[in-house]
């Protein structure tokens, strides 16, 4: 199918800045949309931003601060993160959706892919 490679989580101080980086690859037809989530521990995972070839969408925590793009030639998606706070400590994790090519019968398919996640943390 479809696998996700994130990457350049880490440690940093508040009001750092930190740009996270996704790549898809497999048998890619098309990605109508890339996006960010993280998980906080002991809590639910929540949406941070998200991105189609026309608009963008960011949660309210972090509006102003965080800058998505994407390199629709590359499929990959990068998120800049700045003026970083201690309550951003979460993994972080990237999502494609879109279609993709079946081996066997060369289909289309719906697919919906996570990467594995990456650990942004924000010491004050």
Known sequence: QVQLVESGGGL???GGSLRL???ASGSIFSINVMGWYRQAPGKQRELVATITKENTYY???????????????????HLLMNSLKPEDTAVYYCN???LYITTMSKRLEDFSSWGQGTQVSVSS
């Open 12 to 14: 940093v101080q508040a």
């Open 21 to 23: 980086s996704c790549a």
């Open 59 to 77: 949660a309210d925590s972090v509006k102003g601060r965080f800058t998505i793009s994407r390199d629709n030639a590359k499929n990959t998606v």
């Open 96 to 98: 494609a959706v879109g």
